[in-house]
Each structure stands twice: as C-alpha cells, then as structure tokens.
C-alpha cells in the first residue's frame, strides 16, 4: 500500500547535524512533490521544505533556510533532509508528506530533539 | 506570509450533533492557475495528519460524508454534519497557493 516511513530522528546538541530519511512505497515516487512538515510538542504543525518531483526547485521556510537542505533519489524512493546548526526551537516530530493538490499521504513522522 | 486564522480554537460538541470551524486568509487563495489550493486536515490524538478536504470541497478518499468544505477567496468553513466520537482531535486549514505554505493554528474538536 502506499506508505512514507521516517527514519533518522534523536537527540542532538545545539549546533549539530541530523539527517533525517523517508522511505516511500506503493507509489511512483518520482512523479511527486515532496515535503517536509514539523510539528513542536503541543503545537500546531509548520511547512518545512518543498523540492519537485524531479528535484529541480526547492523551496525552505525562513525558519530553517540556509540551515536545512532537502533533496531526494528518485531511484531509491527516498525523501532526505539534511538539519545544520541545529537549535533548540527546531525540537519536533518531522513528517514526510506527499503532495498531490493537497499533502495526501503522510508519513507517522520521527521525533528530533535539540538539547544539551 | 498568508496568515491562516481559525475560529473557534475549541469546540465542544455533543454527539450527533454538527460542528463547524471557520478559516480565513490574510489574502485571496485563488492561485493563477484558477485552483484555490486550500485544505482541511484531521489529527487525532497521537497520530498524523490525514487529509480530510483538498481544493475547498473536495473530500479525499475515504472521508465519511458527513464533513464537507465550502468557501471562497479568503473565507473557508469545514462542517461535520453530525460529530462522531472518532472526530475528536485537531483540525487545520491550509493554504497551497503561494510558498511558504501556511497552516491554520488549529481547532480542537471535542466531546462535551
């Protein structure tokens, strides 16, 4: 069935680096856009990144431009997102999702932590 | 930015009954493509998001047919024409028309 999974997520110290994964199946990966959506503990959910079917455009909040890079291998079926210069305010469950008029296919999200 | 802003924040609702949420944008949605690229979502306790409505109205498969969206522009609602028990949880609108996307702050939807 069609399916993300997030993989990738810990603890980390201020000023490190993470990269988190999502594994896609049950569809044709690379025929979609692709994002990455957050979610601190008990708040709402915050847009990420964005990058084309194809990897051609990316797009970033301002929150986390300059710090995070997105990217993908279309031929592993796998979403990336590389996190620098971590901060504690970048603490939350980080979602892959896919976008088809509308984020229609969520992943169950993994949990980064930013503390010392 | 567009800013995404709900009403209410809270709503308790009684069994069978309908609720409804209210999203309005800082700007017109229409994108120049002529889509209005704004969605409903459902997070209950403990899990993702799922998809609930996509482009103003259109219920994704599998939505029971009790939760319907309308709207136009700036001004969004999503009803739930009689609230089940497995409605409660989280509700957010969102825009797609123009980056970053944005996400209403969210209604909690519960049982009184």
């Known amino acids: 069935q069609v399916q993300l999974v997030e993989s990738g997520g810990g603890v980390v110290q201020p000023g490190g680096s993470l990269r988190l994964s999502c594994a896609a199946s049950?569809?044709?990966?690379?025929?979609?856009?692709m994002h990455w959506v957050r979610q601190a503990p008990g708040k709402g959910l915050e847009w990420v990144a964005f990058?084309?079917?194809?990897?051609?455009?990316?797009y970033y909040a301002d929150s986390v431009k300059g710090r995070f890079t997105i990217s993908r291998d279309n031929s592993k079926n796998t979403l990336y997102l590389q996190m620098n210069s971590l901060r504690a305010e970048d603490t939350a469950v980080y979602y892959c999702?896919?976008?088809?008029?509308?984020?229609?296919?969520w992943g169950q999200g993994t949990m980064v932590t930013v503390s010392s | 930015d567009i800013v995404m802003t709900q009403t209410p924040l809270s709503s308790p609702v009684t069994l069978g009954q309908p609720a409804s949420i209210s999203c309005r944008s800082s700007?017109?949605?229409?994108?120049?493509?002529?889509?209005?690229?704004l969605s409903w979502l459902q997070q209950r306790p403990g899990q993702p998001p799922r998809l609930l409505i996509y482009?103003?109205?259109n219920r994704f498969s599998g939505v029971p047919d009790r939760f319907s969206g309308s709207g136009a522009g700036t001004d969004f609602t999503l009803k739930i024409s009689r609230v089940e028990a497995e409605d409660v949880g989280v509700y957010y609108c969102?825009?797609?028309?123009?980056?970053?996307?944005?996400f209403g702050q969210g209604t909690k939807v519960e049982i009184k």
């Open positions: 999702a896919r976008y088809h008029d509308a984020f229609d296919i």
């Open positions: 049950g569809f044709t990966f690379s025929s979609y856009g």
């Open positions: 990058i084309r079917y194809d990897g051609s455009n990316k």
């Open positions: 700007q017109s949605l229409v994108h120049s493509d002529g889509n209005t690229y």
């Open positions: 482009k103003i109205s």
């Open positions: 969102m825009q797609a028309t123009q980056f970053p996307w944005t």
